[in-house]
């Protein structure tokens, strides 16, 4: 029996959409973050002149914007895919579970 519905949910073609859209668009984010992550170390690496150029008379440089800005970016991404698992994914997901049950 577990079988048959595994078998079911396989051959779904709301489960077929359902995981390459969502592989997709999670590599596309991993990817986002990964060029953001590594261009921030890449910079701390080999242009630390640039990061330590100071913004106005303060003691703010470049880096710490840069670095916060890295931050942010991740609670962002974070977001949009949440966003999107709330609302695509988990309508499909139901509706996969819906038929299932079927």
Not at 19 to 34: D, E, I, N
Not at 42 to 57: E, I, M, P, S, Y
């Amino acid at each position: 029996m577990q079988d048959d519905l595994t078998t079911r949910i396989l051959r779904d073609p709301n489960y077929q959409e359902l995981k390459s859209t969502r592989s997709r668009f999670g590599w596309w984010l991993a990817g986002a973050m990964m060029v953001v992550y590594y261009g921030f170390i890449l910079l701390v690496a080999f242009d630390k002149t640039f990061l330590l150029t100071r913004l106005g008379a303060g003691v703010t440089t470049i880096g710490m914007p840069l670095g916060l800005g890295v931050i942010v970016f991740t609670v962002v991404i974070t977001g949009i895919y949440v966003h999107r698992a709330n609302g695509r994914y988990d309508a499909l997901t139901a509706l996969i579970a819906k038929k299932a049950r079927t």
